[in-house]
């Protein structure tokens, strides 16, 4: 199955800027509609952003569209998370998400059981 592996967490000063990167372990994932959430402590996972399987097509949660962009790079088989602008209140554990569905409606990404795969996230921590 469908490996994810999260990377470019760390910590970083608030208003600075971090580019997360989600790895897939086959390329068949290439096509799959992708998505950020991230969780913190006691909290439950939101969501961020998506991205269609083609890239064609993106989605924001609403609080993050000025700040936040997904992209992809089917050469490589990863997607792209990068952030702008962190306030103290993104830390948080970041996770991709992969869905089977090619193409990619804002309805559905917000909704964590619309994704096959899930990575294992990566940490966020923002310096005030």
């Known amino acids: 199955h469908v490996q994810l592996v999260e990377s470019g967490g760390g910590l970083v000063q608030a208003g600075g800027s971090l580019r997360l990167s989600c790895a897939a372990s086959?390329?068949?994932?290439?096509?799959?509609?992708m998505g950020w959430f991230r969780q913190a402590p006691g909290k439950e996972r939101e969501f961020v952003a998506a991205i269609s399987g083609s890239g064609d097509s993106t989605y924001y949660a609403d609080s993050e569209k000025a700040r936040f962009t997904i992209s992809r790079d089917t050469a490589k088989n990863t997607v792209y998370l990068h952030m702008n602008s962190l306030k103290p209140e993104d830390p948080a554990v970041y996770y991709c998400?992969?869905?089977?569905?090619?193409?990619?409606?804002?309805?559905?990404?917000?909704?964590?059981?619309?994704?096959?795969?899930w990575g294992q996230g990566t940490q966020v921590t923002v310096s005030s």
């Open positions: 086959e390329r068949t994932l290439s096509s799959y509609s």
């Open positions: 998400a992969a869905s089977y569905r090619t193409s990619w409606l804002r309805m559905w990404s917000e909704s964590q059981s619309m994704y096959n795969y």
